[in-house]
């Protein structure tokens, strides 16, 4: 058995993490940590009745570096200091950062897009992640120590467009991603634009115009599965569900190709995957409410010229604390799947 450490665990993301750790046989939670909210877990995720009894305390790196592994589920821009703490304190103790804090590769990306300082990057908590070089994504997984969890809205975005790229179906120009997206995406501190009254009846744009913080994020990706990216337009709307993501994906083509040479760049890169899985018809995100399930379909256009691709994920799950799962079992050298479920919620 494991013994976790989770500091942001009164958030969506950590109480999704802790809602998986109570069907997982390998990982304990062992200390929960949040910022000024302090008592019992019940006063905070009370659906989570197995921890229900469960203290939150003070973030504390000391203590949490006692742990085997540390889950920080805190607002990005907050992590790296309390990860390096950890680190100079316990090298030996693993740290799965749900924040954007240790994506980015390039120190550039972090600084146009994030405030604060720049703490490098970990290893991406997407074994899916088809790579053109080296040792496939999964194996470099298996030797991480540390990993940095993705973004929702760039892991459906990254799923629906990699296979054609990977494929040399793209120049990698032109990509377009639009996405309807859940209010839990935006975390649970309270904020005008998130309550019910707003939410309710109505779909509402934001990040427009190339402004969204996952843009370098899926680049980033994409450059991984041997596109060059040149441009990459990402427009999310939020629309009233509590979770879930689809994103639609138009990938102008670099030639002409058939609609098997389509359907063979998506089988390629996912037949042999159990978390990401093609579709014969565009999903939905009441698909994938509460499993790890990323669902993907894509088609060519009718008049030949681009590829539309969809993928549907819950955001709490393979968006977040399930990649973050699934990742951590391959780098304690578990069954990738444990404690994972794979099947949606319906209806
Ligand atoms: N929600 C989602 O779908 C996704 C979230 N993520 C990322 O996961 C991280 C957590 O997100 P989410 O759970 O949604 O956010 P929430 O706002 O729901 O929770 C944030 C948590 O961080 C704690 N916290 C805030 N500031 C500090 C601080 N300065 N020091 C210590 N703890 C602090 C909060 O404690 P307190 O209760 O005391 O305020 C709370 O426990 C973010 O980086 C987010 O971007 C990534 C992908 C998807
Ligand atoms: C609805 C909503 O606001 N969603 C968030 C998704 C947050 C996310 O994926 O987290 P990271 O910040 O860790 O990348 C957004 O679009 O910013």
Redesign the pocket.
């Given at each position: 058995m494991f013994s976790v450490g989770i500091?942001?665990?009164?958030?969506?993301?950590?109480?999704e993490l802790l809602s998986i750790l109570a069907g997982h046989p390998e990982l304990e939670p062992a200390l929960l940590?949040?910022?000024?909210?302090r008592g019992k877990l019940r006063d905070?995720h009370p659906h989570l009745r197995t921890y229900a009894d469960l203290e939150v305390e003070e973030?504390n790196a000391r203590r949490l570096a006692r742990n085997d592994v540390v889950v920080l589920?805190?607002?990005?821009a907050?992590?790296g200091k309390?990860a390096a703490d950890i680190e100079a304190e316990n090298p030996r103790c693993r740290i799965v950062d749900?924040?954007?804090d240790h994506r980015l590769e390039n120190e550039a990306d972090w600084h146009a897009f994030y405030p604060g300082d720049y703490y490098g990057s970990w290893t991406y908590g997407v074994p899916e992640l088809l790579r053109r070089d080296g040792p496939s994504h999964r194996e470099r997984l298996k030797q991480a120590k540390n990993i940095a969890?993705?973004?929702?809205n760039a892991s459906a975005v990254i799923f629906a467009t990699q296979p054609a790229v990977a494929a040399g179906l793209t120049d990698g120009t032109g990509i377009t991603a639009t996405l309807a997206v859940g209010y839990?995406?935006?975390?649970?501190?309270p904020k005008p634009n998130l309550i019910f009254s707003e939410a309710i009846e109505s779909a509402a744009p934001y990040k427009v115009g190339g402004t969204h913080r996952h843009i370098p994020e899926i680049a980033q990706a994409l450059r991984t599965a041997g596109g060059v990216t040149r441009s990459l337009s990402m427009t999310p709307i939020l629309v009233p569900m509590s979770?879930g993501i689809v994103a639609v994906v138009t990938i102008p083509l670099r030639d002409a190709v058939s609609a098997d040479d389509v359907e063979n760049a998506y089988r390629n890169a996912y037949e042999n995957e159990k978390f990401v899985q093609l579709c014969d018809a565009p999903p939905s995100t009441g698909l994938v409410r509460g499993s790890n399930a990323a669902l993907v379909y894509a088609t060519l256009n009718r008049d030949g010229e681009a590829i539309t691709a969809v993928c549907a994920i819950d955001?709490?799950m393979k968006?977040?604390a399930g990649a973050a799962i699934q990742s951590l079992n391959l780098a304690l050298g578990l069954d990738e799947s444990t404690g994972l479920k794979q099947n949606g919620m319906a209806p």
């Open positions: 500091a942001g665990a009164t958030g969506y993301a950590a109480g940590c949040a910022g000024t909210s905070f973030t589920g805190l607002p990005h907050h992590a309390i749900l924040s954007a969890a993705p973004g929702c839990s995406g935006a975390g649970k501190t979770r955001n709490l968006g977040t």
